[in-house]
């Protein structure tokens, strides 16, 4: 069992950046794939960025490319998301979860654990 603790959401004005942080729990977070997606009030969760196992590719939804930036620390079992030039439409809630060595990091029905969210407000 893996259990995942986000951190690091808030209200930030467009332009600005917000990194947020995702603590998992543990001795094997090297072999997951970590992902983060996002919920807006109204829409359906879609995915937002990935790190995978092993050798730790990144993959990005386009509209964030050049903009968000994934990394994970193994040692301190915990990926990263950097925002910046965040954009009202950046704004939901945001998930990080953990698939054991996935490999389609895009599909949230692949991933076995999510954390309980954390807010993300940009304001125009």
């Known amino acids: 069992q893996v259990q995942l603790v986000e951190s690091g959401g808030g209200l930030v004005q467009a332009g600005g950046s917000l990194r947020l942080s995702c603590v998992a729990s543990g001795r094997t977070f090297n072999g997951y794939t970590m992902g983060w997606f996002r919920q807006a009030p109204g829409k359906e969760r879609e995915f937002v960025a990935a790190i995978y196992w092993g050798g730790g590719s990144t993959y990005y939804k386009d509209s964030v490319k050049g903009r968000f930036t994934i990394s994970r620390d193994n040692a301190k079992n915990t990926v990263y998301l950097q925002m910046n030039s965040l954009k009202p439409e950046d704004t939901a809630v945001y998930y990080c979860?953990?698939?054991?060595?996935?490999?389609?990091?895009?599909?949230?029905?692949?991933?076995?654990?999510w954390g309980q969210g954390t807010q993300v407000t940009v304001s125009s």
């Open positions: 979860a953990a698939d054991w060595m996935g490999i389609r990091a895009a599909v949230g029905y692949e991933y076995d654990y």
